[in-house]
């Protein structure tokens, strides 16, 4: 994984790029700083402004290095020079839940003895759900989990994205803690990781907030039990 522009730019949400690749609906563009989702966050989503007007983008799908920008109009054919923009409503309502998702994880992560998660979703209306393997504790218990979550947005905690050696990390227990979704190493081996002040440190290649202040309240919703080692925890947003 080399380290994407939404990375190394998070405040960037409009730029400038050329068209390299083409086909009827989607196009990959020479730089882009849409989040190409994965680990099961969904990507970002956007327009392409083009010389003949401008088109929605509603998904990244990436194919090897080339990332595919989707459109809605899958006929549309698009050329030339354009203007990216990305959604900043979309990625922040993503990112919110995304970074109250590693904050959920933390308290799992303590509290049931190193729980590790085994799957993960994401959505972009504010919905997301995540699965751990977890077996013989009171799905009340998860619940109560809650309020920590949202003393953790009260406290306005900072969150920072750095860069670590690979292997190192892979030999720190807990610090690649899901065993779906930890992002491959960047080219030069090093690994990405979302620190949350003195709160979680986690191996991640999404988006996240700059500070848990941002988020709004959270809430979890309906607990399931899938299979017998797979908890199945829904959240979202307070109305
Ligand atoms: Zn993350």
């Given at each position: 994984m080399a380290i994407y522009l939404c990375h190394e730019q998070p405040d960037l949400y409009e730029h400038d790029a050329t068209i390299v690749a083409s086909r009827p609906g989607a196009v990959a563009v020479s730089r882009s700083a849409f989040h190409p989702g994965?680990?099961?966050?969904?990507?970002?989503?956007?327009?392409?402004?083009?010389?003949?007007?401008?088109?929605?983008?509603?998904?990244?799908?990436?194919?090897?290095d080339v990332w595919w920008h989707v459109f809605d109009d899958e006929s549309l054919e698009v050329d030339g020079e354009v203007t990216?923009?990305?959604?900043?409503?979309?990625?922040?309502?993503?990112?919110?839940?995304?970074?109250?998702?590693?904050?959920?994880?933390?308290?799992?992560?303590?509290?049931?003895?190193?729980?590790?998660?085994?799957?993960?979703q994401i959505n972009g209306d504010g919905t997301g759900r995540m699965d751990f393997d977890l077996t013989a504790i009171d799905n009340d218990r998860l619940r109560a989990l809650e309020g920590p979550v949202n003393d953790v947005i009260g406290r306005g905690l900072a969150v920072e994205a750095v860069y670590v050696d690979a292997e190192e990390a892979a030999n720190t227990p807990g610090l690649v803690r899901s065993?779906?979704?930890?992002?491959?190493?960047?080219?030069?081996?090093?690994?990405?990781?979302?620190?949350?002040?003195?709160?979680?440190?986690?191996?991640?290649?999404?988006?996240?907030?700059?500070?848990?202040?941002?988020?709004?309240?959270?809430?979890?919703?309906?607990?399931?039990?899938?299979?017998?080692?797979?908890?199945?925890?829904?959240?979202?947003?307070?109305?």
């Open positions: 994965g680990g099961g966050q969904v990507s970002d989503v956007g327009t392409i402004e083009h010389a003949g007007g401008e088109a929605a983008v509603v998904r990244i799908e990436p194919e090897g990216i923009r990305i959604d900043a409503e979309h990625r922040l309502r993503v990112a919110s839940l995304h970074t109250m998702s590693h904050v959920l994880n933390a308290f799992v992560f303590e509290e049931f003895e190193g729980s590790l998660v085994t799957g993960a065993m779906s979704v930890a992002p491959p190493p960047t080219d030069d081996g090093l690994l990405r990781l979302i620190d949350i002040d003195g709160l979680d440190r986690q191996a991640c290649g999404g988006t996240h907030l700059a500070n848990t202040a941002e988020s709004r309240p959270f809430r979890i919703g309906k607990i399931e039990n899938k299979g017998k080692h797979n908890r199945r925890i829904r959240f979202r947003f307070a109305d």
